[in-house]
Structure formats: C-alpha cells, structure tokens
T-cell receptor, first 107, second 114 residues
Framework: KNEVEQSPQNLTAQEGEFITINCSYS?????LHWLQQHPGGGIVSLFM???GKKKHGRLIATINIQEKHSSLHITASHPRDSAVYIC?????????FGTGTSLTVIP | DAGVIQSPRHEVTEMGQEVTLRCKPI?????LFWYRQTMMRGLELLIY????????DSGMPEDRFSAKMPNASFSTLKIQPSEPRDSAVYFC????????????FGPGTRLTVL
C-alpha cells in the first residue's frame, strides 16, 4: 500500500507547454513537500504546503486538504525544468514519498 | 553558508566491511535527516534528529545500521557489516524550527557494496 501516489510517472512536453503533476495521499498530514531531483542526483526543495497555494516564479503548488490532493504546475516550461519531481508528506514522525514524476521538456 | 556537506561522495566497499557516512548540516539548523534512495524503493526516511537527539529511527532497516549526532555540526550513519543490498544513495538533509519546514539536502553519498 502506497501512502503517496503520483501521476503521471513519466511526462514529455514541448518547451512552453503548461505542465501539471498530481499527488494524492491517504494519510492525515501536517505538511506536504514538492522536491525536484536533477539529472545529476541533487535534490532541491521547491515548496512546503500545509494549505492553499504557493508560487515561485513559473512554479505553482496547490493543496486540497479535504480531497487529500496536491498539484504542481509549471508554466511556460523550459528544458532546464527536466527533472524528477517528488511529492512527500509529513505525518507524525514519518515522511512518505511518492515514486516521482520524470519530466522531459523538449526544445 | 556552504549548504549541507556529505562525505564521501562515493564509496565502494566489499561485503562485510564497515561503512561510515558523514554529514555536516547547515549552521543553525536543529533538525537533521538521513534518507536512502534506491531504484526499487525510492526515497525512504531512515532516522531524524532534533537538537542532536534521535527522535524517530523506525526507518532504520536493521541493527546493522546506526546513526549518531555527537554535536550540532556533525552526524554519522554507520553500516556494520555492509551487504550488497545496502547499495544506494544516502542523503542527509537539515531544516530549522520544525521538522515540517523546507529541508536542505546534501549532495548524497553513492554507496556500492560488492
């Protein structure tokens, strides 16, 4: 049983396209994180959400606590956005991770 | 600040050997996390510390794994004895104020056990 489910697993987009990555979870959470893992392996935290919506540049993250669902949107996608995006939820003393969405943006 | 520092970046060892991974968190951060990433299981939380005290180690897979944080600027993850199935990338991360805040990840240590 996976506490966190992401979709899609793989995504290929043309440069400039609007992208949405989805995350659903089955546990009560204190916070939800979106992480970006670069092709070289490094991990960067993009957002921490407990409610509502956050925006950094071309990235937007939303969360619906009642529906146990979060989305990560990328506007005007660019090849440098190519990475694996990982959803993680924090509950109690535990962190549960999705399996990641591999995004490739083609010039 | 230099960010979270991990050493070594790569480690190749033989089955049965002791392996020690090291982490220096960002100064002022009071939470430190150890994660393991494999192709099969993805990212998993192994253990985390708050103010140098281990809070939850339920993710540590076996007694062969141990972690310490003797002071605010240093932590180790030790595997003794190592096995081929321990091969993975081990990440250290730190955060401040609460364990739910943004985490800053180190570059990881790629461990290969032959």
């Amino acid at each position: 049983k996976n506490e966190v489910e992401q979709s899609p697993q793989n995504l290929t987009a043309q440069e400039g396209e609007f992208i949405t990555i989805n995350c659903s979870y089955s546990v009560g959470i204190s916070a939800l994180h979106w992480l970006q893992q670069h092709p070289g392996g490094g991990i960067v935290s993009l957002f921490m959400l407990s409610s509502g919506k956050k925006k950094h540049g071309r990235l937007i993250a939303t969360i619906n606590i009642q529906e146990k669902h979060s989305s990560l949107h990328i506007t005007a996608s660019h090849p440098r956005d190519s990475a694996v995006y990982i959803c993680a939820v924090a509950t109690g003393n535990q962190f549960y991770f999705g399996t990641g969405t591999s995004l490739t943006v083609i010039p | 600040d230099a960010g979270v520092i991990q050493s070594p970046r790569h480690e190749v060892t033989e089955m049965g050997q002791e392996v020690t991974l090291r982490c220096k968190p960002i100064s002022g951060h009071d939470y430190l996390f150890w994660y393991r990433q494999t192709m099969m299981r993805g990212l998993e939380l192994l253990i985390y510390f708050n103010n140098n005290v281990p809070i939850d180690d339920s993710g540590m897979p076996e007694d062969r794994f141990s972690a310490k944080m003797p002071n605010a600027s240093f932590s180790t993850l030790k595997i003794q004895p190592s096995e081929p199935r321990d091969s993975a990338v081990y990440f250290c991360a730190s955060s401040f104020i609460t364990r739910y805040n943004e985490q800053f990840f180190g570059p990881g240590t790629r461990l290969t056990v032959l």
